[in-house]
């Protein structure tokens, strides 16, 4: 079956700007899961969506903010793009979200801040 | 808030010897998950443990949990070049049932 799709899978942004990522689960999954994962940070969650509301949040600044529609894709969008923002954005797919079988990750947009 | 540490972050190993890397996490988790990482790429999964005492093996490639210890090991046994990679451990506890805590990583180099 078909994995976790991510798009797009590169991009570069100045200062500033927005930008939308996209991530389509696996068929049937439910639930999806973003990460920013940095050099200095590490991973750290950003957000998880469950049947179209999100139920966790991680400790990001407002600007970070996504949705899920009802086909269970999901978008996070970055508004005022800082240098910092620069990342590997990696979402994860899960069928509720607590998961036994584990979770299944995209091959992740990596974002370039300029 | 559950605290998730990972040991060593660097190992340089010889082909064919054993060795370990341990995960810490500090609070009760319902579960704790491998992955490995390869440069540039996504996450890829290795083990779930669900409960204490679980064990789990492929290949070259050995999990276990103590949840009394709040401690997880993956032990290499006869490491080979194909192994190197970065490991990350992954807990999620209870209260936000679907967030995963990720450990630091243990980026593994195995030479020959």
């Known amino acids: 079956k078909a994995g976790v799709t991510q798009t797009p899978r590169y991009l570069i942004k100045t200062r500033g700007q927005q930008v939308t990522l996209s991530c389509s689960p696996i068929?049937?999954?439910?639930?999806v899961s973003w990460y920013q994962q940095t050099p200095g940070q590490g991973l750290q969650f950003l957000f998880e969506y469950f049947s179209e509301t999100q139920r966790n949040k991680g400790n990001f600044p407002g600007r970070f903010s996504g949705r899920q529609f009802s086909n269970s894709r999901s978008e996070m969008n970055v508004s005022t793009l800082e240098l910092g923002d620069s990342a590997l954005y990696l979402c994860?797919?899960?069928?509720?979200?607590?998961?036994?079988?584990?979770?299944?990750f995209g091959s992740g947009t990596r974002l370039t801040v300029v | 808030e559950l605290k998730v540490e990972q040991n060593p972050l660097f190992l340089s190993m010889q082909e064919g010897k054993n060795y370990t890397i341990y995960c810490n996490y500090s609070t009760t988790s319902d579960r704790l998950y491998w992955y490995r990482q390869d440069p540039g790429k996504s996450l890829e999964s290795l083990f779930v443990?669900?409960?204490?005492?679980a064990v789990k093996q492929e290949g070259r490639l050995m999990a276990s949990l103590d949840t009394k210890a709040r401690l997880s090991t993956l032990h290499i046994t006869a490491a080979v070049h194909d192994l190197s990679a970065t490991y990350f451990c992954a807990a999620i506890n209870t209260g936000t049932a679907s967030k995963l805590t990720f450990g630091t990583g243990t980026r593994l180099q195995v030479t020959l």
């Open positions: 994860a797919s899960s069928y509720t979200g607590t998961s036994n079988y584990g979770y299944t």
């Open positions: 443990l669900l409960s204490n005492g």
């Open positions: 068929s049937g999954h439910r639930s």
